[in-house]
């Protein structure tokens, strides 16, 4: 596929990594383990970055594929309905196959990360029109969103409350406020997206982010020290929380992220065929993210329905969730080139393909 930007794709592939390696450490059955365990530290960080990654390049790659197209309205329908619908039946599936009524972490009507694909996906029409300045305010404005409406993101909800909807009116909360990925402040990585696509529109847009965020990353940790809090949690009291994702999380992952993406594309741009050839080889599992995000569910909704066996070791876990996470690799290569016509990207492509004529 020479027409599409390699780096993108390698990103697209860390990041789909990166949630099945949080997902499958989070099914397995530890007991006991420090917070301060190497390994322990090594999966949080991971963990931390693998939904900004991925929610990120999803901004990436609908907003091209958008921008690619000038369209009319019922363009726009035939071109958004497709993946809203996907989206939200995939997003159906992952909650019905890792439910918590077989050991999972999901009710069937959790809104999570696909339900806020398809709203960035509605919203892509409008984004798309708004030029990089604009885009780049509201993007710093999201940011700013957890903070604004602190007191309504759900920071006294524990996960069980956080995935619980029941309504209407608890499901419009859950999707926006306070569920697992709502929409505020989530689309600032969306919007960041936009941003990376468009980056050649502003040069210095790169360099400013890194050093302010760099800034505002040292800022958290002299915080963290000063104060004697733990610098990064899940939830609880913490400088960086990322349920509910408070500012400073969303500040020191984008550093990372945008870092992550200037790195990869100087690489791509170098005469480095081998370290090209290493990289390539997570292409196909980008191209392919969101049929193996609802398969490797699949995977863990069976483990965590049927494993009936007492706590395992950390080293153990360590193994197991490094075997599931890197097997995909060789498993997108082939299915790519033997069946990747029977995927979700390709149904979304069918679905509008028809839907146009």
Request: glycine content about 8%; aromatic content about 10%.
């Amino acid at each position: 596929m020479p027409d599409r930007i390699q780096h993108i794709d390698w990103m697209k592939g860390i990041a789909i990594l990166c949630m099945v390696q949080v997902h499958t450490a989070a099914a397995m059955p530890l007991s006991g383990v420090p917070l301060d365990h190497p390994l322990a530290l090594l999966a949080a960080a991971i963990g931390g970055m693998a939904a900004p990654l991925f929610v990120t390049m999803s901004g990436y790659g609908v907003h091209i594929s958008a921008k690619n197209r000038d369209r009319e309205f019922r363009d726009w329908v035939n071109w958004a309905l497709p993946r809203i619908g996907v989206l939200v039946l995939c997003q159906l599936l992952v909650n019905l196959i890792f439910n918590v009524d077989h050991g999972g972490r999901f009710k069937i009507f959790t809104p999570g990360i696909l339900t806020l694909f398809a709203i960035s996906t509605m919203l892509m029409p409008i984004i798309t029109r708004l030029n990089f300045r604009t885009r780049t305010w509201i993007w710093a404005s999201v940011i700013l969103s957890p903070l604004i409406l602190s007191g309504y993101t759900g920071e006294d909800l524990d996960w069980y409350s956080r995935i619980t909807v029941d309504g209407p009116s608890e499901f419009g909360t859950r999707l926006i406020l306070n569920g697992t990925y709502p929409a505020l402040p989530w689309l600032a990585y969306i919007v960041l997206g936009t941003l990376l696509s468009g980056i050649v529109e502003s040069r210095n847009f790169a360099v400013i982010s890194i050093f302010l965020g760099s800034s505002m990353t040292l800022a958290t940790l002299l915080i963290s020290l000063d104060n004697g809090v733990p610098w990064a949690m899940t939830e609880g009291p913490a400088v960086l929380t990322f349920f509910p994702a408070n500012e400073s999380f969303l500040v020191v992952s984008m550093t990372i992220l945008i870092i992550v993406k200037v790195a990869l594309g100087r690489i791509e741009s170098s005469p480095k065929p081998n370290l090209h050839r290493v990289l390539g080889h997570l292409a196909p599992a980008g191209r392919m993210s969101l049929s193996i995000y609802v398969t490797h569910f699949v995977v863990l909704g069976l483990f965590v329905a049927n494993y009936d066996g007492g706590p395992i070791t950390m080293a153990m876990s360590f193994c197991i969730t490094i075997l599931h996470t890197l097997v995909w690799i060789p498993i997108a290569i082939v299915y790519e080139k033997r069946l990747g016509w029977f995927s979700f990207e390709n149904l979304i492509r069918t679905l509008s393909l028809k839907l146009s004529k």
